[in-house]
Every structure is written in structure tokens, then in C-alpha cells.
């Protein structure tokens, strides 16, 4: 199917999605540069993108590099590993090349009709170059610089839209806010990061008016009055794990090397949830409706790339994928059911390193068929 993806003006020139039904995203974060060493999953764009279309999939949101893009576009930049247990992206010291490498995955996602969404986990490089993002205008300064790019490539029409931060304002993922406020916690609708948010919309739209503007968000989402009006999608990010105590219960608390976490998931993960799965259900789909209510009050439609059962998962001794993606399963019909979401995800582990989800295709295309099929306001 030949996708076709436009952006219409909406009220207060806001950009809109106007398709005919709802997407099936999926999040390669930055693991589609980082992990093309032998066996790690995208040592060939072709194969892995064939397959994500096999599994019905219409899109992929991939992280841009734009602070290390708009720094020096050709440079190899050595990347720190933000952790050794999970496999998005590496696990080791690595060294990339933005520029011909966004350039050439852009053009195959468009040969192979896969809309693309960008991001940034603004990864750290050993000259923190993040670091050099002082003001809203600077952060909006390095997605100009890369869209400019992209539209020189003659692809900006394969943009779906644009996250400026992935799940803002931890500064585990935008380091400069500490940097600026001298402080490591932030509250998402407290004064300065609600300034920082629009001020940095505001520079960038003034350049692409025509590309859905959004900063992606985490828990909490139980005040449906959050104002969101500079946005143009809600890109929440919604698991059970952190829609309810069950990490506290496991004893998993989200360490990057240490397995202890992953050990308590393994021995007490599974047996939790089978113990009284419709609870566990519940506080999800408790989410899904607050978010919906959101999205519904604010008049924004819901875009969600990370999703649904619980954050952190791989093929593990003793990790079993099948409550996964039963979780996971019981979220996409929730998600449908709202009719808010214009892009759904199936869950963050839709990508070729986690072989345990990745190879069951005809789970997958059950979960596209049903995004596809069904219906948003």
C-alpha cells in the first residue's frame, strides 16, 4: 500500500495529520545507527526494513543526532554507552557518522514507503556536546539545522513529524537542563520547562510550519488540563510497569549495569502478573482513558511509540515474551477503543535485537491489521 501522509492547517495554525486511518509506528531510537555490528540487527537497512513492512508496520521513529548533526555533519563522533544491559542502541564505546547515514536510512525508508518520525536522546558524545545547548532557541537552532538537511536530501516530505526531546524534561535524556537550571529533577508543567517547551516550538516552527511539532512525555498524566496548545500531537509514553507498583513489587529499579533489576524480573516478573493479571490490566487501561481525556479536552490527537506492558525487556534467561506481548496486545485495543490515537505502537521492543518478539511476524500483523482497521475522532 502507497501510504500518503499530508499536513493541513488547522486553528491557530496548528499542523495536523490527515490521514485516512490510524499508522503503525514502531521506535528504532538510535539503535538504527548504533547497532550495525555483526548480529546486532541493522547491519542491513534493506532486510530489516522488508521485515518491518512484512509485520505491517507504516512508520519508525528513529533518533536524528541533531546537536552532533548540526555540530560538524561528517565528523565520527565517539558515543558513551548510556548502559550495558539493555540492547537499544550500544552497549560499549562506539563511533558513528550522522550525515551520510541519516541520509541514506531516510532515502530507504522512503523506498520502502515507511513514513519517518525524529527524535533525540541527545546522546552523549565525549565532548558532551549537548552541553552547548544553552536557550529554547539553541535546542530548536539543531532541529532547523537538520531539517534543513533533510529537505536539501529532498525528504522532508517523509517527515511525520518532529519529537524535539524524547520524554522531557529527564535530564537523562536533555543533560542541558541541569546544565542551564543547576538542578538535576524537573516538573513538566512547571514554568520554566512549559517556557523552555514552547519557546524552542515557537523557533522552529517559524522555519517548518508544515511538520507536526511535539515533545514526547512520561508519567505523570492525571491533570487533563495541562496546557498543550503549542503542541501539535501528544506523544505520551504509557507502560503498566509505571501505571501501577509493579517494578516496586519485582524489586526492578531501572539499573543500566548492575543485573539485579533483570534478575528480579526474571525470577518474579512473570509470576506477579499471572498471579492476577486483570489488575495489572486495569492500571494500564486507567492510563490509556486519563490520556485520552487529555487528548480529547486539548483537542490533540495521541501519537505513542513506547508502550504498554512494561519499559525494559530482552531476550534474557528466563524472560518469556508471551505475557509481554499479551500486555501488549490488551493495550493496542485499549489505545483503539478511545479512538484518540492517530499512530499506535505495538510496544518499544518492535525492532530485530529483541528475536523473541521480532520473530513471531503473525502476532504483529494481528496488532497492524487492528490499528489499521480501526477508527480515531
Request: aromatic share 16%; glycine share 4%; charged share 30%.
Amino acid at each position: 500500500m502507497n501510504l500518503e501522509v499530508k499536513f493541513i492547517e488547522g486553528e491557530k495554525t496548528m499542523r495536523k495529520l490527515n490521514v485516512d486511518r490510524p499508522l503503525a509506528i514502531t521506535m528504532w531510537d538510535f539503535s538504527w545507527l548504533e547497532r550495525r555490528w555483526p548480529g546486532a540487527g541493522y547491519e542491513d537497512w534493506d532486510k530489516v526494513l522488508d521485515e518491518l513492512k512484512e509485520r505491517g508496520y507504516d512508520a519508525v521513529r528513529i533518533d536524528a543526532y541533531p546537536h552532533l548533526l548540526a555540530q560538524d555533519p561528517h565528523k565520527e563522533w565517539t558515543l558513551i554507552p548510556f548502559w550495558n544491559l539493555q540492547t537499544w542502541g550500544s552497549q560499549s564505546v562506539n563511533k558513528v557518522i550522522v550525515y551520510d547515514n541519516l541520509k541514506e536510512f531516510l532515502e530507504k525508508c522512503k523506498q520502502h514507503e515507511l513514513k519517518v518520525a525524529l527524535s533525540t536522546w541527545f546522546r552523549e558524545d565525549e565532548d558532551k556536546t549537548a552541553l552547548k545547548i544553552m536557550t529554547p532557541e539553541d535546542h530548536g537552532e539543531v532541529w532547523k539545522i537538520t531539517l534543513d538537511y533533510i529537505k536539501e536530501w529532498g525528504l522532508i516530505d517523509n517527515i511525520l513529524y518532529v519529537d524535539l526531546c524524547n520524554e522531557f524534561p529527564l535530564t537523562c535524556w536533555a543533560p542541558f537542563l541541569e546544565n542551564v537550571y543547576g538542578k538535576s529533577e524537573f516538573v513538566r508543567d512547571s514554568k520554566e520547562i512549559v517556557n523552555w517547551m514552547k519557546q524552542s516550538v515557537e523557533y522552529l516552527r517559524q522555519y517548518y510550519k508544515d511538520i507536526p511539532l511535539c515533545y514526547s512525555f512520561l508519567i505523570p498524566y492525571d491533570n487533563s488540563e495541562e496546557d498543550v496548545s503549542y503542541l501539535d500531537v501528544l506523544e505520551p509514553h504509557i507502560w503498566m510497569a509505571q501505571s501501577s507498583n509493579f517494578y516496586e513489587i519485582v524489586g526492578y529499579n531501572y539499573e543500566r549495569f548492575d543485573s539485579t533489576g533483570y534478575d528480579n524480573l526474571a525470577k518474579y516478573g512473570e509470576k506477579i502478573y499471572r498471579a492476577n493479571p486483570q489488575y495489572w490490566q486495569s492500571c494500564l487501561a486507567d492510563n490509556i482513558k486519563r490520556v485520552a481525556e487529555w487528548s480529547r479536552k486539548s483537542g490533540k490527537p495521541i501519537i505513542t511509540t513506547e508502550c504498554w506492558g512494561i519499559v525494559d525487556y530482552k531476550d534474557w534467561p528466563l524472560l518469556n515474551w508471551e505475557w509481554v506481548k499479551e500486555l501488549c496486545e490488551f493495550g493496542v485495543k485499549e489505545a483503539i477503543n478511545t479512538r484518540r490515537w492517530i499512530a499506535i505502537a505495538t510496544s518499544n521492543f518492535c525492532g530485530p535485537q529483541f528475536h523473541g518478539m521480532w520473530r513471531d511476524i503473525e502476532w504483529h500483523r494481528k496488532l497492524t491489521d487492528l490499528i489499521h482497521e480501526s477508527k480515531f475522532n
